[in-house]
Nanobody
């Protein structure tokens, strides 16, 4: 049974950093893609970053150079390191899994419609 559990959200000031974690259980061997998505109040869900089973990554233009997605396979955990946070990064952040071949470069195009498994979300608030 696949399960994703996010943690690490919180409230920070602009310019500060946070690291989100997503523990992934039930992911058996094979191709997959893991992603981070976010949804701000009154806005549509948007893709933030993705990493596929080849280790390739992809980022939304709004977070390139500030966010880094990576995984620790030994810990079955996906991470999102977020630096230089801005008020516009405020949102609920979700991790998601596509348990099929999905290249990271394609993974953010449909804002999560390609992903079948989702965590419950963690709130990130950036405010002075």
């Amino acid at each position: 049974q696949v399960r994703l559990m996010e943690s690490g959200g919180g409230s920070v000031q602009p310019g500060e950093s946070l690291r989100l974690s997503c523990e992934v259980t039930g992911l058996t061997a094979g191709t997959y893609c893991l992603g981070w998505f976010r949804q701000a109040p009154g806005k549509e869900r948007e893709g933030v970053a993705a990493i596929d089973s080849d280790g390739d990554t992809n980022y939304a233009n709004s977070v390139k150079g500030r966010f880094t997605i990576y995984q620790d396979n030994a810990k079955n955990t996906l991470y999102l390191q977020m630096n230089d946070l801005k008020p516009e990064d405020t949102a609920v952040y979700y991790c998601a899994l596509a348990r099929r071949r999905l290249p990271a470069e394609k993974a953010l195009e449909l804002d999560g419609l390609d992903f079948a498994f989702w965590g419950q979300g963690t709130q990130v608030t950036v405010s002075s």
